[in-house]
């Protein structure tokens, strides 16, 4: 019996080759009929015997492309219309409901074309096919078609024209595709932005083999690059570019060579290799080949990439390992605009190594660790945004604004969250200008315009200074570990009321304090305050974050007065420490924190590391290097005495601080005191669930905030906790650090808006 249906797709289904799909699945099954683009997604009718088509229907969402997402497929039976061809009509308008793919790492096809000396894409820097290449940030606007992209400006050869047409070609309406008669070309300059004749790509890599810093255009903005081997070319990196201790990235040809440098697991190894090609950090082989030390100074792990554009190929191939760090001045955003590269690079780089394929839009490198079983991811960038995430549909569109640092933001429409590209730190004026910029593309680009504003609680952030001045909407202020906690919960789709754990470095109380070592409970609607530390002092305030010693001062007088004080260790106290000590006890400049990675901060400089410090969290990440020394005796772990106030647990220190200053007088040294530390917050993490549970009966625990980027520490609690009987809710897609606060805020407004608060 003939039968006919019209069917509706929705997900990712445009640019990834899918029509193409279409068209062979209904060829192969002897279907009529026809099938179409528009900017909701993709329609098509399907024609043929019953037991054909529903076959086809199976397949449509079984055999799907490697990059489309299929969310939704829609059926229904019509009259059949006696067709016996299948066609691909011209893309149509429609209201806009459809998803941009994020760029994809070259297939395995296109590499293959790459290496082969018989075709005509051999050693072609720019190849990609509807399986592969760049997307979200050549894409101007929707729907997806070449003259909304950056490729526009590349008419296409007859070659290419041919393969573009041809549903039955992997580059059937590959919007990217190119090859070297019609598309982008290399081009080599030097470092004042002059061209150089010869072949652009050999000057490069002769110019890195030499030990100069090149700057290499990708496909989110341009990278620093330079030999990974060698210690003054890594040493002059670090000096032009202000970046002292702060790791940077490497990238190596294959996963062999990764195996030399680092200790990879195999889901590691497929995270690496993965198409979405994130920089994943590895622990550092101490028995195989090794990078130049300055690559990632007193850092147990360090950042490895696979390469994920066929320039890259290129790049590595006969190469030493290389560093790929951003292409920017210290903290400034990542340089996308070929216009601005000379200059903004100028005193960094050597020469350029690039190309007139526009990058519309900056896109940092994704950051992601495997721990506690499952890849997690530290920053969400190239390669995932902006694939929606899910949150609770609300009936509104929110857009969250973020924090300061690490800023994100994430735009909502029905029950899909889109979380913004790393965006960086606001309190540089380029930052906040792709910030404004972005927030208004997404909201083209996505065709929402939101109804509701979610930001944080601090009046200085330049994000909920931004959410202040959207005056149409309404808003919704979130305090920042509340968004944590609510961050973890939307991932998991909890509804119910948690046990959350909430470290990190600072946040804004309701009480206009500063927050960080909390134990909240509570749901993404509301919570309340369980546990937090006991207040730390910052003496000198900001300047106490990058000189942590004057907050284990300020500890050690909390702690033990001046007797302790007597004892500090060996190098603590610099010279006027009395002054800034008296100056701390008057509350002058002196800000009070219960931040658990302040706590850190004083641990890790009373052990004698990270005194002075130029990253943030870069005490705890020394601290957590000590652990990989090893400790010639056992110890236990330190105790934090949990004191009674006004019904509130108060996580005390003081009794520990003391032990540690005790254990550097015994001369134990800062790989026992590391230890003894970080097993002293499992416990406490332990036995302050125990204690919520006990009062309340809550068995799910979420840990949230930057500190759990500390994988000994994520990795021990979790694993205790689910020993004793806790449900564990970990982040995974969305990062633990201020990078998820925007996905966060999002869940908080929804779940107000459903539950009729707002
Ligand atoms: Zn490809
Ligand atoms: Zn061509
Ligand atoms: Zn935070």
């Not at 606007?141 to 490729?151: A, E, G, K, N």
């Not at 002092?537 to 907050?551: D, F, Q, V």
């Not at 500090?568 to 800000?591: E, H, K, M, S």
């Not at 990795?715 to 633990?736: D, M």
């Amino acid at each position: 019996m003939r039968v006919r249906y019209a069917v509706e797709v929705k997900g990712i289904v445009q640019g990834v080759g899918f029509r193409p799909f279409v068209y062979g699945l209904a060829v192969h099954n002897q279907l009529g009929g026809w099938v179409l683009n528009h900017a909701a997604g993709v329609s098509l009718e399907i024609e043929g015997e019953a037991e054909d088509c529903e076959d086809f229907l199976i397949r449509l969402r079984e055999d799907a492309p490697a990059l489309a997402v299929v969310e939704e497929v829609q059926a229904r039976r019509i009259a059949p219309q006696e067709a016996y061809s299948f066609a691909i009509r011209e893309s149509g308008g429609g209201a806009r409901d459809t998803l941009v793919s994020p760029d994809m790492g070259i297939c395995e096809d296109c590499l293959a074309e790459l290496r082969d000396p018989q075709n005509r894409r051999f050693r072609y820097a720019f190849t990609n096919c509807t399986n592969c290449g760049p997307r979200f940030t050549i894409i101007e606007s929707l729907p997806y078609d070449r003259p909304r992209t950056t490729m526009r400006v590349f008419p296409l050869c007859a070659d290419c024209a041919r393969e573009y047409q041809d549903p039955l070609d992997r580059r059937f309406h590959a919007q990217p595709n190119a090859c070297p008669v019609c598309g982008p070309q290399l081009r080599f300059l030097d470092a004042a932005g002059r061209e150089q004749p010869g072949d652009a790509l050999e000057a490069a890599k002769q110019a890195i083999r030499a030990g100069e810093i090149i700057a290499v255009k990708g496909i989110g903005g341009y990278h620093l690059v330079c030999d990974a081997t060698a210690e003054s070319a890594v040493t002059l990196l670090r000096n032009r570019k202000y970046r002292w201790d702060k790791p940077f990235a490497v990238m190596l040809p294959d996963l062999d060579t990764v195996r030399q440098y680092c200790l990879v697991e195999e889901a590691e190894a497929e995270l690496l290799a993965s198409q979405r090609r994130p920089i994943v950090l590895l622990r550092k082989r101490l028995d195989g080949s090794a990078l130049a030390g300055e690559v990632a100074p007193r850092n147990p792990r360090i950042g490895v990439m696979l390469p994920y554009t066929p320039l890259h190929y290129l790049l590595c191939e006969q190469m030493p390992p290389l560093v790929m760090t951003s292409g920017n001045v210290s903290d400034e955003p990542i340089v996308y605009e070929d216009t601005c590269a000379v200059t903004a690079l100028s005193g960094i780089a050597d020469g350029f190594l690039t190309h007139n394929r526009a990058i519309f839009r900056r896109c940092d490198d994704s950051v992601a660790v495997y721990a506690a079983h499952a890849p997690r991811l530290l920053r969400r960038s190239r390669g995932y945004a902006p694939q929606p995430l899910t949150i609770l549909d609300c009936g509104r569109n929110i857009l969250a604004c973020g924090g300061e640092q690490k800023n994100t933001f994430c735009l909502t429409r029905r029950d899909k969250a889109f979380l913004s590209q790393h965006i960086g730190d606001l309190d540089n004026q380029a930052t906040l200008e792709s910030y404004q910029r972005e927030i208004g593309y997404f909201q083209e680009m996505f065709a929402v315009s939101p109804q509701v504003v979610a930001c944080d609680m601090h009046p200085e952030y330049l994000s909920t200074q931004y959410a202040r001045s959207c005056r149409d909407e309404a808003r919704i202020e979130v305090q920042h570990h509340h968004a944590h906690l609510a961050s973890v919960l939307a991932e998991h789709a909890v509804t119910g009321e948690a046990i959350g754990l909430i470290f990190d470095g600072t946040g804004y109380g309701p009480d206009g304090m500063l927050w960080g070592g909390e134990v909240l409970i509570g749901d993404c609607a509301g919570f309340r305050r369980a546990a937090h530390l006991r207040p730390l002092l910052l003496p000198g305030g900001s300047r106490a974050i990058r000189e942590p010693w004057r907050i284990a001062l300020a500890a050690l007088a909390d702690a033990g007065g001046m007797d302790l004080l007597a004892s500090a260790p060996d190098g603590l106290l610099r010279p006027g420490w009395q002054i800034l000590l008296q100056a701390a006890q008057q509350g002058i400049n002196t800000p009070r924190s219960t931040s658990m990675g302040r706590l850190f901060d004083a641990v890790a400089a009373l052990a004698g590391i990270g005194r002075t410090v130029n990253y943030e969290g870069q005490a705890a990440v020394e601290l957590e290097q000590e652990l990989s020394m090893p400790a010639h005796a056992a110890y236990a772990p330190y105790t934090f005495r949990i004191a009674q106030e006004d019904g509130m647990h108060v996580i005390d220190w003081r009794q520990l601080i003391c032990a540690v200053v005790a254990d550097m007088a015994a001369g134990r040294g800062a790989a026992v005191i590391a230890r003894r530390f970080h097993q002293a917050v499992v416990a406490l993490c332990l036995d302050i669930c125990r204690c919520i549970r006990a009062e309340s009966g809550l068995t799910q625990v979420a840990l949230s905030g930057g500190c759990w980027q500390n994988i000994y520490l994520l990795e021990q609690t979790a694993a205790a906790l689910q020993a004793e009987g806790f449900r564990v809710l970990l982040n995974q897609a969305v990062p633990a650090n201020d990078g998820g606060l925007a996905y966060g805020q999002a869940a908080v407004a929804a779940a107000k808006i459903r539950k009729g608060m707002i």
